[in-house]
């Protein structure tokens, strides 16, 4: 044994032919050179008795000399001799445990596809399946691919647990269609699909955002007369309604549910919550979780962040807060996704001073504040019109502590330094982010373009959205609306003209603000027929004209068009869909007091006051400045 050692770790690295050649040796000998010493040698010399033999467990065990000949040799002439030598039988429990042992994939490959060849032996769904979780293991998908292919077309019998780990496996590689493709051909052709089938079909469709098929999967789950939805298919069916906006069916879904004697899981009344605050039924969502609590289901962290959300969305910033402290009461730990949402609901609502107080006691709650935390903090920072010194002295704290900014975190500063005119030090910030190797963000170059062009910088915030053009090879359409509205505010018709057509060539499709931001360089150089035009055009490509597109045609027309055919406009807006709101009354109300109908516009300040809306001080004294003007034609010698 020694000598047979030593020669072969001489194979191993010696380049000599003579070493390199293949040492003959008998079955007999392969196996012998794997000998286990130990109890079993021991035991040799005493007597066994047959019924002893037969019920030794480990008898069963696949024998440790084949896999080390399997790990030495991997699979092939030596192996198969040591199966023969050890009278392996070669049955569907053998395969099974080859499968299971720790040796190279291409080995378990090779012994299953030898073993599918041999006289009387076929695979069944138990050696199929260990070969796919061995190959799925491996992130061989194309052969787990061909595996399981080999399966649905061989004669093995499978069962619905079977097809339901076949999805999940094919679901976790993101072979959707693959997975649809085999669920239907064993539907068909196999096994009849489960409630527990049908489950994984859909949670895996939901996972990847294939919302529309679990409706149709429903469907078919209860059509099979004998398959019948349960709390996880009505939580997966809820779910996907309420991503896809069809808040109604995913109500009646609930109902259904509760009709059919099935309990709402604490998720499934989050996601109702959710939808009836996305509806503005801050009342009925509220009733949801006084029902959850008469049922017996605890609110968990998720219920309580959809309320305060909610609740926050909804103005009722104190309610969020009261909720909040309750929780605590209760004895309902927060997590990190709740307390960023609380601060950015308190930031929201000016309460800079209880957003900080919750900051500071993220450490008590046992939740370390990350870059979400960070970034709502420095966001209501400059929501709280607070001292842009403070901003920048949170972003050096969110550093010293350890917490990585993002391409938002710079985002948020270089917005928040244009707006209060400090474009420079927003520049900065964006060289900044192109020295840390962030992509350009096209939301930061938008905010320095713009508070470039504020600052009447027209040549630096050209040269800007060149640059991010030169970086993605096109801009967004915010981008472009930026870059067109300064160009028409800078005379620069022309280009802004070339940048709206550019951008149509790019197939990149003209927003509400763009064409807005077209429509007023237009009425700013008189161009109002023109303008009128592009509002037409915007609705017939598709584009819905907002108020504020409105207002730009009326302005245009206040000025320089006269007061019948802006107050033509005017009423016409009266009677559509999108009403008047104070900017367009104010923009009649001078001019009709530049056109000296005093009369009308009294009238119109009354019909503002009923609405609610109050006249601007500009307006207000451009017609006391008018009035006045009229008293001194009728006394000229006072």
């Not at 000598?3 to 007999?28: D, H, Y």
Request: with cysteine.
């Amino acid at each position: 044994m020694m000598v047979l050692g030593s020669i072969a770790s001489k194979r191993c690295i010696s380049t000599l032919s003579c070493l390199c050649q293949r040492i003959k040796q008998t079955e007999n000998e392969i196996v012998h050179m794997f000998q286990l010493s130990g109890p079993i040698d021991e035991m040799r010399n005493f007597p066994v008795s047959k019924k002893f033999a037969r019920k030794d467990t480990s008898s069963r065990k696949l024998d440790e000399r084949f896999i080390r000949i399997l790990k030495i040799f991997k699979w092939g002439p030596d192996a198969e001799k040591a199966l023969e030598v050890l009278k392996m039988r070669v049955d569907h429990r053998l395969v099974h445990q080859v499968l299971n042992i720790d040796v190279e994939i291409n080995v378990k490959i090779q012994f299953f596809k030898w073993a599918g060849r041999r006289r009387n032996f076929e695979h069944n769904s138990t050696t199929y399946m260990a070969l796919i979780r061995c190959l799925d293991e491996a992130r061989m998908i194309g052969e787990m691919w061909k595996s399981i292919q080999d399966m649905v077309r061989s004669t093995c019998v499978m069962g619905p647990s079977v097809l339901s780990e076949i999805v999940n496996i094919l679901g976790k590689a993101k072979m959707v269609n693959k997975a649809l493709s085999i669920f239907y051909q064993i539907k068909s052709r196999k096994c009849k699909p489960t409630a527990n089938t049908y489950n994984s079909m859909i949670l895996m469709l939901m996972q990847e955002g294939y919302y529309e098929k679990i409706h149709e999967l429903y469907n078919e789950m209860c059509n099979e007369g004998n398959c019948f939805p349960d709390t996880v298919t009505y939580s997966a069916l809820i779910s996907a309604f309420g991503k896809l906006g069809r808040d109604i069916s995913a109500i009646r879904l609930f109902d259904e549910m509760k009709e059919n004697g099935l309990q709402p899981t604490a998720k499934i009344y989050t996601t109702l919550v959710s939808i009836y605050f996305k509806l503005g039924e801050v009342e009925k969502a509220l009733g949801l979780v006084q029902e959850m609590k008469g049922k017996g289901c605890a609110l968990t962290v998720y219920t309580y962040t959809e309320l305060i959300k909610g609740l926050g969305r909804a103005g009722r910033v104190e309610d969020a807060y009261g909720l909040f402290m309750n929780m605590l009461k209760e004895g309902c730990k927060p997590d990190i996704v709740l307390i960023n949402n609380l601060i950015n609901v308190l930031g929201r609502a000016g309460r800079l001073e209880d957003a900080l107080k919750l900051f500071n006691k993220m450490e008590a709650l046992q939740c370390k504040p990350n870059v979400v935390t960070y970034n709502t903090v420095i966001k209501s920072l400059f929501e709280s019109k607070a001292p842009a010194s403070e901003a920048s002295a949170w972003f050096e704290k969110m550093k010293a502590n350890g917490v990585l900014p993002s391409p938002f975190t710079y985002s948020i500063l270089i917005d928040g330094f244009c707006k209060t005119n400090r474009v420079e030090k927003a520049h900065l910030l964006l060289e900044e982010m192109e020295e840390k190797g962030f992509p350009p963000c096209p939301a930061a170059y938008c905010s320095l373009i713009n508070g470039y062009g504020k600052a009447k910088r027209y040549e630096a915030a050209n040269e800007l959205f060149l640059e991010l053009k030169e970086y993605c090879g096109c801009s967004s359409a915010r981008v472009y609306a930026v870059m067109i509205k300064h160009f028409g505010k800078c005379g620069r018709l022309s280009d802004a003209v070339d940048l709206f057509n550019e951008m149509k060539k790019l197939r990149c499709k003209p927003d509400v603000y763009t064409y807005n931001a077209l429509m007023s360089g237009m009425v700013r150089v008189g161009m109002i027929d023109d303008a009128y035009s592009l509002l037409r055009r915007m609705e017939e490509d598709g584009c819905v004209p907002d108020i504020n597109s409105h207002n730009i045609i009326l302005n245009g027309l206040a000025k320089s068009g006269g007061p019948k055919r802006a107050m033509e406009i005017f009423t016409k807006m009266q009677h559509s869909e999108i009403k008047p709101d104070a900017v367009s009354y104010n923009t009649i109300l001078g001019c009709l007091s530049r056109a000296g109908m005093f009369e009308e516009a009294a009238r119109l300040m009354k019909d503002m006051n009923a609405k609610g809306f109050e006249y601007d001080q500009i307006t207000y004294s451009s017609i006391l400045e008018a009035v006045g003007k009229v008293d001194e034609d009728r006394n000229p010698t006072l």
